[in-house]
């Protein structure tokens, strides 16, 4: 199993900045793909950014330019750097990680979806 605790969401007027931190522990040798999702109110939660193993990254469009995702290997931490935040921001992001669980000699289990509890990013205008 893996757990995630996120960290540095909070109120930031537009134009401003926050990184977002997702600190991992567990069984995380299996992990492929690490992301982070938001959901605002009476809205479904979508793929915000992700970075693969290999280190491959993919953005939401509204985001491309302004949000850099970004991990450390050695801290099993990942993160969401935000800039030029804008209102239509604002939701609750979450840390999404997909993998399997370690089998040891045989390797890696079918993935699994671990979701962190999220933190709230508000953008004020």
């Known amino acids: 199993q893996v757990q995630l605790v996120e960290s540095g969401g909070g109120l930031v007027q537009a134009g401003g900045s926050l990184r977002l931190s997702c600190a991992a522990s567990?069984?995380?040798?299996?992990?492929?793909?690490m992301g982070w999702y938001r959901q605002a109110p009476g809205k479904e939660r979508d793929l915000v950014a992700r970075?693969?193993?290999?280190?491959?990254?993919t953005y939401k469009d509204s985001v491309k330019g302004r949000f850099t995702i970004s991990r450390d290997n050695a801290k099993n931490t990942l993160y969401l750097q935000m800039n030029s935040l804008k209102p239509e921001d604002t939701a609750v992001y979450y840390c999404?990680?997909?993998?399997?669980?370690?089998?040891?000699?045989?390797?890696?289990?079918?993935?699994?979806?671990?979701w962190g509890q999220g933190t709230q990013v508000t953008v004020s205008s």
């Open positions: 999404n990680m997909v993998g399997g669980i370690s089998l040891g000699s045989r390797g890696c289990s079918a993935d699994y979806n671990f």
């Open positions: 567990g069984d995380t040798n299996c992990i492929s793909k």
């Open positions: 970075i693969t193993s290999g280190g491959t990254t």
